[in-house]
Structure formats: C-alpha cells, structure tokens
C-alpha cells in the first residue's frame, strides 16, 4: 500500500485571508510554540499587508504564502525567507488552524516550502527550527525530510522563558535532488 501525499497548495496572502488568519492566530494553542503571542485582527491585518509588501520587493527574500487545502480554503501559512543570497541558503516556517493538526497539513506544507526553495529558487541550503518541546513540528520536518543537525541552547525567549530550538536542515545535490 504507498502512502497518498496530502495536496497543499501556496498561494500570495491577500485581504481575502483577513478572517483566516485571525482565526488562527488568535487561538493561543496554535501559537503555544510560536515567538508571538495569540492577538487581534488588527495584527492579523498588519502581517497580511507586510506579507503584500514583501511581495513586491526587489530582489524578493521573503515569502510569506497562504497554504490552501483542496478545496482551496486556507488552512495555515507557509514562509521560506532567504537569509544569505550568496551562499543560496534560507529557513522555512509554518502554521496550521488548531482543526487541521494531526492531518498531515504541515508536512504538506513543509514539504511545498522545501520544493520552492531548492527548485524555483534555486537555494542550496533550507533550515528550519522549533521549540525543543515541540514534539509534533520535530515530526513535521522530519517526515518533510529534514534532517536533525543540533539543538540551539536558550535559543528564543518565549512567554518570558528562554527555550532551546531543535535546528532541521535540508541540502540540494548537484543532481536537483535533495537530501535531509
């Protein structure tokens, strides 16, 4: 039996994702391992507007994208935001609504996040982290096909707290493969 792959697609964050996003980033169990707090639909509007204007950058180095489901509903958020252009590396990022975990969803978007960065824009390293007690998004980018590389001491200060980070990263072959 082979394992049917979740069907995520990622689009640009536009007005129509306002009520979306305030949903989710309002809910403080989506935002337990996150560095911000759950807040308002005045910061939702904030980030979904900063989100238009890094698309319109030149050159681009942030994508902050919708992450749509198959009935094109937006169910989280993807970001891979590039931080050494030279070198071709960048970090990935991801949110899932509270009644989409367990489902596969940030997988499915991890693993869209990873193609886009080695294949579109051509990125030779992708690096992702979370709170070392963050137990499902470990598995999220371990089952996306990073690899562990380390864990990152008193990393982020979150809720007041520092906390250690788990540090994933994937590398592109010469080959246009990629490897965890």
Not at 71 to 80: A, F, Q
Not at 152 to 157: A, E, G, Q, S, T
Request: hydrophobic content about 45%; some cysteine; charged content about 30%.
């Amino acid at each position: 039996m082979t394992e049917r792959r979740l069907r995520v697609t990622l689009r640009e964050l536009d007005e129509r994702d306002l009520d979306a996003v305030a949903a989710w980033a309002a809910d403080p169990l989506v935002t337990t391992f996150l560095t911000w707090d759950a807040h308002d639909p005045n910061t939702a509007f904030r980030w979904v507007r900063n989100a238009r204007v890094e698309a319109q950058r030149m050159p681009r180095r942030v994508w902050e994208l919708a992450a749509c489901d198959a009935d094109r509903k937006v169910i989280g958020s993807g970001r891979l935001s590039i931080w050494d252009a030279t070198n071709r590396s960048g970090d990935i990022g991801y949110v899932v609504r509270r009644d989409r975990w367990g489902q596969g969803y940030g997988t499915a978007i991890a693993e869209e996040l990873i193609e886009f960065g080695f294949r579109r824009l051509h990125l030779h390293r992708l690096w992702a982290t979370c709170v070392a007690e963050n137990v499902a998004s470990a598995r999220v980018l371990e089952k996306a096909g990073m690899r562990l590389e380390g864990r990152v001491r008193d990393h982020v200060l979150l809720r007041g707290r520092w906390r250690d980070s788990l540090l994933y990263a994937a590398v592109q072959d010469g080959d246009a493969t990629w490897r965890g």
